[in-house]
């Protein structure tokens, strides 16, 4: 069974800055999107980023211009990194592929951004 490992979380202070991994133990080169997600206390799951095979990338606007996705397919890696965070970046972020095809869900990474 595929298993998706996320790391990288940790405590920071606004505006600090963190770098997340996602590990997935299968090849990720023919999973068009990847993307991350994450969920706050008491809150649904939200999408936060995508990157696609071509380097495309999407955001939602909450992040927008703080945090950014990249890839490398040849570490079946997808990472997010966070700067100027901000108190309602707090979450267990996961990532996951986009689309037909998807992954069981890994066990996140905490942020807790604090001041």
């Known amino acids: 069974q595929v298993q998706v490992v996320e790391s990288g979380g940790g405590l920071v202070q606004p505006g600090g800055s963190l770098r997340l991994s996602c590990v997935v133990s299968?090849?990720?080169?023919?999973?068009?999107?990847m993307g991350w997600y994450r969920q706050a206390p008491g809150k649904q799951r939200e999408w936060v980023a995508t990157?696609?095979?071509?380097?495309?990338?999407g955001y939602t606007p909450s992040v927008r211009g703080r945090f950014t996705i990249s890839r490398d397919n040849a570490k079946s890696t997808v990472y997010l990194q966070m700067n100027s965070l901000k108190l309602e970046d707090t979450a267990v972020y996961y990532c996951n592929a986009i689309g037909e095809v998807t992954f069981p869900w890994g066990q996140g990474t905490q942020v807790t951004v604090v001041s």
């Open positions: 990157v696609s095979n071509s380097d495309t990338t």
């Open positions: 299968r090849s990720i080169d023919a999973i068009y999107a």
